[in-house]
Each structure stands twice: as structure tokens, then as C-alpha cells.
């Protein structure tokens, strides 16, 4: 999960599990959930950490969304 490296300040495991997750959305072409995900995953290679859990409060509701969406399908 995004969240456990952010908590922990693990800039190597944000830039891993972001880069999963960023594939896993693209798959759907969520557009801005992907432009998020790869924000952290580049926060995460340059340990910039400071705006990473602003940016997993706004991928959270985009994945939301998407999810929402992707219910209302089945």
C-alpha cells in the first residue's frame, strides 16, 4: 500500500509502490489518478517527501471515484 511508506517516510518504497499502483491505473485510463501516482512515485525517487500525503489524500479520492465508477458497471 501508497500509505505505509508515506507514514514511515520510506522514500524508496513510496517510488516502488507508486510505480505499481501508477500501471494498475493506467490500465483504466484514469488519467488524473495516474498523473498523482506518478507524482509520488517521483516524490519517492527524490525523497521529496514533503507534499506526499496531500498527494495520497487527492489519489484516495480519485481512486474513490474510479471505484465508484467501476461498481456502477457491474
Known amino acids: ?3 505505509d511508506p508515506v507514514d514511515a517516510g520510506d522514500a524508496a518504497g513510496l517510488a516502488t509502490s507508486a510505480h ?3 500501471g494498475q ?3 483504466f485510463f484514469a488519467a ?4 498523482l501516482a506518478r ?3 517521483v516524490a519517492g525517487r527524490n525523497a521529496e517527501l514533503a507534499d506526499t500525503p496531500e498527494l495520497l489524500a487527492q489519489l484516495q479520492s480519485e481512486y474513490q ?3 465508484a465508477a467501476l461498481e456502477d458497471l457491474v
Do not use: T, W
Open 1 to 3: 500500500a501508497i500509505r
Open 20 to 22: 505499481r499502483f501508477k
Open 25 to 27: 491505473l493506467a490500465i
Open 32 to 35: 488524473r489518478a495516474v498523473e
Open 39 to 41: 507524482a509520488l512515485e
Open 65 to 67: 471515484a474510479l471505484r
